[in-house]
């Protein structure tokens, strides 16, 4: 169901920048990106790629290594 998915994350995405929860935004950032590669349909893998390098960008911002290794290597 990953069309039920995408819109489950992009809602997530657009209340945590309303929210300005950087931590939690750049952690729906990777689970969509997640979610589009595991789909492969046309354009999610660019989709994809964008998403990982901006939520790598904000955990190496907030200190969170971890999990900027982890967008990284999802790319």
């Known amino acids: 169901r990953f069309d039920e998915a995408e819109r489950h994350f ?11 929860s950087r931590p939690w935004l750049a952690h729906a950032q990777h689970d ?3 979610m589009l590669l595991a789909r492969g349909a046309a354009d ?13 960008a904000t955990y190496r911002e907030l200190g969170m290594p971890t999990w900027a290794s982890r967008a990284t290597a999802l790319a």
């Not at 992009?10 to 300005?20: K, L, P």
């Open 10 to 20: 992009e809602v997530a995405i657009e209340t945590e920048r309303r929210m300005r």
């Open 32 to 34: 969509l990106a997640a």
């Open 44 to 56: 999610d893998r660019e989709r994809a790629h964008a998403l990982l390098e901006e939520a790598a």
